[in-house]
């Protein structure tokens, strides 16, 4: 069964750019997505087919895919931003889910 | 203003079942297709299953853990969508996520139904 592989922990000082990677066999063709979730919240699309970002979304979420990987940055990170992010991709009619990232602004 | 509303958790046995209800608003229901996602307590996001619209014959996709004993279903007259789980399992203790497709992402989510399976 397909997978997708993310970095359990990424770290950033406020105002800095994160990047959070999502890795699998061709994920550029696999309509990546990205989402966030805070503590005791539901999930939140922040990025769509890779790179589109949903209405509502702050422009500093950014998405990028190439080959096996696919990217979400946040540039000029905010205290806000703290949160735990989950990339998903779509193979063979189903979806996958990477087991998270949490992102801890410093 | 789009919502979605679970419904229907609760503790059930080894073996048991339960259906899970989503009753959605602010949207035309009918065109979307639409999804279940779970998350174990301190886990992250699992994929369930979907259920396509009636231009897509309502068919239906299942994860591998749950294929043979989990049944989405959806009435889109009254703009619900069940999950129908059998022979559940202590791994299918979650909080259970009605969610709205939107090119391959989900881009609506309710708050979510708990789930506990347990003797």
């Known amino acids: 069964s397909y997978e997708v592989t993310q970095p359990p922990s990424v770290s950033v000082s406020p105002g800095e750019t994160a990047s959070i990677t999502c890795s699998g066999d061709q994920l550029g063709g696999k309509h990546a997505c990205w989402y966030q979730q805070k503590p005791g919240q539901s999930p939140v699309l922040v990025i769509y087919q890779n790179t589109r970002r949903p209405s509502g979304i702050p422009e500093r979420f950014s998405g990028s895919s190439s080959g096996n990987t696919a990217t979400l940055t946040i540039s000029g990170t905010q205290a806000m931003d703290e949160a735990d992010y989950y990339c998903?991709?779509?193979?063979?009619?189903?979806?996958?889910f990477g087991s998270g990232t949490k992102v801890t602004v410093l | 203003e789009v919502q979605l509303v679970e419904s229907g958790g609760g503790l059930v046995q080894p073996g048991g079942s339960l259906r899970l209800s989503c009753a959605v608003s602010g949207f035309n229901f009918n065109i979307y297709f639409m999804d279940w996602v779970r998350q174990a307590p301190g886990k992250g996001l699992e994929w369930v299953g979907l259920s396509r619209n009636e231009e897509n014959s309502y068919n239906t996709e299942y994860a591998a853990s749950v294929r043979g004993r989990f049944t989405i279903s959806r009435d889109d007259s009254n703009n619900l969508m069940y999950l129908q789980m059998n022979s559940l399992q202590t791994e299918d203790t979650a909080v259970y996520f009605c969610?709205?497709?939107?090119?391959?992402?989900?881009?609506?989510w309710g708050r979510g139904t708990t789930v506990t399976v347990s003797s």
């Open positions: 969610t709205r497709e939107y090119f391959y992402g989900m881009d609506a």
């Open positions: 998903q991709a779509w193979d063979s009619s189903t979806f996958v």
